[in-house]
């Protein structure tokens, strides 16, 4: 069974930065979309940002636009999300999840999520 791991969340000051990690349980396949999404306290889920796995194509919802950013690791299966210049509006537990259509933004179009990794920061 395909599983997603989330790694790296905690608690960090304001404009400070942290480093998510995505690692799977599989090689990606050329066809993959990596998504990150959050969902902050007493919110619903929202996207942060997704990269395709073939040729980096990123998209980054437009308040994490200039301070979050992708890189990778293709040996390890793993992605990882840069978060700089946090604020304490990213505060929230933020979930990796795989899919297949590039740029999507929307949860419907992603099928497998890790558990969750908790991002706090403070004011």
């Known amino acids: 069974q395909v599983q997603l791991q989330e790694s790296g969340g905690g608690l960090v000051q304001a404009g400070g930065s942290l480093r998510l990690s995505c690692a799977a349980s599989?090689?990606?396949?050329?066809?993959?979309?990596i998504g990150w999404f959050r969902r902050p306290p007493v919110k619903g889920r929202e996207f942060v940002a997704t990269?395709?796995?073939?040729?980096?194509?990123?998209k980054y919802e437009d308040s994490v636009k200039g301070r979050f950013s992708f890189s990778r690791d293709n040996a390890k299966n793993t992605v990882y999300l840069e978060m700089n210049s946090l604020d304490p509006e990213d505060t929230a537990v933020y979930y990796c999840?795989?899919?297949?259509?590039?740029?999507?933004?929307?949860?419907?179009?992603?099928?497998?999520w890790g558990k969750g990794s908790q991002v706090t920061v403070s004011s």
């Open positions: 599989y090689r990606f396949y050329s066809s993959t979309v």
């Open positions: 990269i395709a796995w073939r040729d980096g194509y990123t």
């Open positions: 999840t795989t899919g297949a259509t590039r740029g999507a933004s929307m949860a419907m179009w992603y099928k497998t």
